[in-house]
């Protein structure tokens, strides 16, 4: 691990996330949330997610005004359950906290919110919203759609988003079970591991210009040629039902919300607002019955799971979210991790803005 | 097909069913709900929850009182947005159906609505609730928990139920969007098939009593030994993530409403309650646009999937429900199609318990 990462201070790499936001003209309030909702990306282990794309995701459309960094959102509708967002093409982050936020506020009273966003852009990890509602005990769930990269079942192009979805539900003494996975088999950014490596993708990963299985990374790319296959992968594996879901993802963000969906979702690269759109809900679970005696089930669930026989060669079962929730107590206390070629990225995309990136890595044993 | 089905009318097979529900005790409105929702599922090809578990399972547990004819189902407390249910050890049919209609009357007021219900049965496919919601032009979501048959990722042992996700989405001029999908990669009677043909299993559907993948049917059977793959199927295919949503089903049933868990859930041979649990959710589209755009959307995104690039060999992408409603509409012109093996069942127990079964099946050319 030490040759690839260096590992920063928490609060050291949250301040220069923030003056890198606040120099591209986002407001303190905001850069806080984006640069909590990255680190904590980060710390949970989802590199891809984290500091990674300060630069290369949000700092670029930034600068180059493809969106905006006042992210001035605006709920359009409300109820004493739900809410309709239109995210203003700024910050996904920032629309999305205060969505999640709000649909918390809304269940304790009406014990049940949900809110749809519009017109926004990538929100970083699902589950960090989903999360939000462990802090109130409640359930959260956080859906996003995002740009074409995987195909449907048949199909042979990308049509639909990695579309996400992530769920939290409070625990009592166990770690709270999160669940944070794209319906695909695959992110894009795992194939391009692969490519980088010069290895075989597996079998039912992705697909070829001709809508073949291809086990050529070359021939799965963003954008194209190829696309992404549904959770699931091949037909006699029951890809039909990530495809399902992804589906079920699009339309629960984009047509409730009124976005575009499928190939009309922009890509982070194109010179518009890409309208992504998300879904957030929060469930109060004392309006079913006794908190204490739900969290309770839970963890007697989450150790029943954990206790039962393990495969051959196996000596652990995990629950949902248990590998970030070690991730994050480990590199709590040893410094977030961040690639090497990703500091190198952030040296040179400092200097040229004038935000020099200066932080002393920690020295790890 | 002609050799493995024979085709009765609809009203027929309705009217069987209802005499032979009332036979074993159960109030003629309650068995009509049953009736409906076993007949639905053979219109709609999903024929191993239809009229086969006539006798199979409900008639074999009511007859030897294993649960109660009478579904003596309560609300044991409300909210303008929530309910919470005991089943009665009844039929699951019944208290389902109960279930959604409050859920889709509490959405007309309040826009969002969940029941959880415990103390159940077996309540069909779980598309039927979720389905109910269209006539109401809401969005409806149906999850149930089963007997355990489906091994955590790492696990050699059964612990979670084949867990189905359905969600019914209103549409315009196109079909309704209704995915119904257990999130095992197959259920356990594709198993049966296999074995019973003597041909060998897709590698990633099932396990042996090791923890390993199997191709052999016989050691993936309920009870054990050996167990379902959640979807996904193995660990490099994301197996883990079919687990997550194995696991979230089984939380939002049975954590809401205080019902048993995983190998908790009785078998349907069992001598007791089984405990089986359902969630059910309503979603009222104009609480967040109007239904009209919203439907129209709908049909949009459908139409931009199915006219996307086909791959090579293929020339047709299916939308979720598309094949069942395309079944439906076959079927209730050619008559509803029972598997002949079936029918002997029915005759036989038919017989046995005084309820002949002596409907004429359906000329079919």
């Known amino acids: 691990m030490e040759d690839v990462f260096l590992r920063f201070k928490k609060e050291d790499l949250f301040d220069y996330a923030l003056i890198y936001m606040e120099k591209l003209g986002v407001p303190e309030a905001d850069a806080k949330i984006v640069a909590d909702v990255l680190i904590e990306a980060d710390i949970r282990g989802v590199d891809s997610h984290g500091i990674i794309r300060l630069y290369s995701y949000y700092g670029n459309r930034l600068e180059k005004k493809y969106m905006d ?3 001035p959102f605006k709920v359009i509708s409300e ?40 017109n926004s852009n990538h929100y970083g990890i699902a589950g960090y919203y989903a999360m939000m509602a462990l802090e109130k005990d409640m359930i959260g769930i956080s859906l996003t759609n995002s740009q074409p990269l995987v195909a449907p079942t048949y199909g042979r ?31 894009i950014g795992r194939i391009k591991v692969f490519e980088q490596k010069g290895q075989k993708l597996p079998f039912g990963w992705g697909i070829d210009d001709d809508g073949n299985v291809t086990e050529d990374p070359k021939k799965v790319q963003s954008g194209g040629p190829g696309a992404l296959m549904p959770l699931g992968g091949i037909d006699i594996m029951r890809g039909y039902k990530g495809y399902g879901l992804a589906a079920m993802v699009e339309i629960l963000c984009s047509a409730l919300s009124g976005a575009s969906y499928f190939t009309g979702v922009g890509f982070p690269h194109e010179p518009k607002a890409c309208d992504v759109s998300h879904f957030f809900m929060a469930i109060n679970i004392n309006a079913f019955r006794p908190l204490i005696d739900f969290k309770k089930q839970i963890d007697d669930m989450i150790k029943l799971l954990k206790a039962s026989p393990k495969a051959k060669g196996q000596d652990k079962i995990y629950i949902a979210g248990e ?14 991790p961040v690639l090497k070629n990703v500091v190198k990225e952030l040296v040179a995309n400092g200097k040229r803005l004038g935000i020099p990136f200066e932080l002393k890595s920690i020295y790890e044993k």
Request: charged share 20%.
């Open 157 to 187: 192009t990308a049509v639909l988003g990695t579309n996400p979805i992530a769920i939290a539900v409070p625990s009592y003494n166990e770690y709270p079970f999160v669940l944070d996975m794209a319906t695909s088999v695959v992110p």
């Open 69 to 71: 960094p006042l992210t």
């Open 323 to 336: 590998k970030e929730f070690d991730n994050a107590k480990y590199n709590k206390q040893h410094g977030v």
């Open 79 to 118: 109820t004493d359950t739900t809410l309709l967002y239109d995210g203003g093409n700024g910050l996904g982050h920032v629309v999305s906290y205060d969505a999640m936020k709000k649909c918390l506020q809304k269940a304790e009273k009406s014990n049940i919110a949900i809110a749809a966003v519009r």
